[in-house]
């Protein structure tokens, strides 16, 4: 059992800052701390062996001792010890660790003091500007008449009415109903003759495949479709490509568009008169506007801190963020029933290339979490331990250990702090009067 604060022992911890935001602990125990690894070391091992005589656990000590051997019960002492020890090093050297100890030099002797060094990533300093000082301002969009007129015009397509077109060939506007085969380099890609239907008016079709799809027929002939792919299609490997696609035509539907009129409102359920369903269209995205003026104005006031941020973000930050992006890709994709490996084979990738496309994005994530950190410590930022009881509320998984427990209060509780510093410095860009009077928990 670890001993609490009040009975912690009091370390010899030497710290040697080394480049790359790493630090050198040489801790010296003193040899009370020995005596006891190596009683719960003995109390461990002898409920693991079996002794003639003696039921599990009950064996004298120098009995077990003389059963396992010395390497052993040092090796145990040590395993028990050296976590305990290391957590006491670092806070009484007040670091902050951003990755695991590497251990070296660990011996433990009876009577002597215990003696290790750990090498490990501790959070980097930060340099950072006036942040009280950023301003930018929220933009101010106005809506436009072409807008409320494309939402009509969405609004007409979204309520059109479909007839059969019977033999008649394909027209603009058309939905069509076909069976597609697509082709790269005479390879077929995907699956062959996948049925689907094609809106030739409301887009999401591939460049140019609306306009050679006008003229066929419902049970003609296929017809050979040539396109070049997009550059952001979702296959790496076609983008840019020439491909063709054999479309076999099977059902041509004409649409009939409700005319712009009150009778447009009533459909739509948004007032009796074209008037009021305009005035709702306005005032929607007039919402919509707002919240992507707000959104673009706190991306810009994040981009703005991490301007006024100098910081060497390590190695081993970086990594981490890179690992933690990579699982929750995984755990999505996985939610959505794909592997990340026929992710990456369909896109003709790999894990390596997927992490090194994702380096720059984890540097300013992390740089932007560092530089929020910050903000957090020059605010005295803290959250009290209801906010953290009132997010953590059916969180915690049923039989969590009391360490697994702790854990993650602390998780929520940085969560919460580095979201309140947020919410100062986008506080803070608006201009607010009172930004600086932010309750802090």
């Known amino acids: 059992m670890s001993p609490s604060p009040a009975d912690a022992p009091a370390l010899d911890v030497e710290v040697e800052h080394l480049p790359g935001s790493q630090a050198k602990l040489t801790v010296v125990a003193p040899v009370q701390e020995v005596e006891r690894g190596i009683s719960r070391a003995l109390g461990r091992l002898s409920g693991q062996v079996r002794l003639p005589g003696f039921r599990p656990g009950k064996a004298p000590a120098a009995v077990v001792e003389r059963a396992v051997g010395w390497a052993a019960i040092q090796q145990e002492a040590v395993d028990l010890l050296l976590p305990e020890l290391y957590a006491l090093a670092v806070r009484q050297a007040d670091l902050e660790p951003v990755s695991q100890p590497q251990v070296s030099e660990a011996e433990l002797e009876r009577g002597e003091p215990f003696r290790f060094v750990a090498t490990v990533g501790v959070r980097p300093e930060v340099t950072l500007g006036d942040y009280h000082q950023l301003r930018v301002p929220v933009e101010d969009r106005v809506v436009a008449d072409e807008d409320v007129a494309g939402t009509l015009e969405e609004l007409r397509q979204r309520y059109a009415q479909l007839t059969d077109a019977g033999d008649r060939p394909v027209e603009a506007g058309d939905v069509v109903t076909a069976e597609l085969t697509m082709r790269h380099n005479g390879q077929v890609v995907g699956t062959e003759g996948q049925p689907q239907t094609l809106d030739l008016e409301r887009g999401g079709l591939l460049p140019g495949m609306a306009e050679q799809l006008v003229g066929a027929t419902a049970g003609g002939e296929p017809v050979e479709i040539t396109v070049t792919m997009p550059e952001d299609y979702t296959r790496e490997e076609l983008r840019g490509e020439l491909v063709t696609i054999t479309a076999t035509v099977t059902r ?10 009150d009778n447009l409102a009533a459909i739509a359920g948004h007032g009796e008169t074209l008037e009021e369903l305009r005035s709702h ?54 939610e959505a029933g794909i592997t990340l490996q026929a992710l990456l084979s369909a896109q003709g990738s790999s894990v390596e290339q997927l992490r090194g496309e994702r380096r720059q994005p984890a540097v300013e994530s992390v740089r932007l979490d560092l530089a929020l950190s910050e903000v957090v410590r020059r605010e005295g930022i803290s959250v009290s331990d209801q906010e953290v009881d009132r997010q953590l509320k059916g969180l915690i998984p049923k039989g969590a250990s ?26 803070l860009a608006r201009g607010d009067e009172d930004s600086s009077q932010i309750p802090m928990g």
Do not use: N
């Open 281 to 334: 269209i306005r005032e929607q995205i007039a919402a919509d506007l707002r919240r992507e003026a707000e959104q673009a104005q706190v991306i810009a006031a994040l981009d703005e801190l991490l301007g006024l941020t100098k910081v060497d973000v390590p190695e081993t930050m970086i990594q981490a963020e890179i690992d933690h992006q990579m699982r929750d890709l995984d755990r999505r994709l996985t």
């Open 252 to 261: 041509v539907q004409a649409k009939e568009l409700p005319a712009v009129d």
């Open 402 to 427: 009391r360490s697994e427990q702790v854990r993650l209060r602390e998780v929520f509780r940085r969560e919460l702090e580095i979201g309140k510093a947020r919410e100062l410095v986008v506080r």
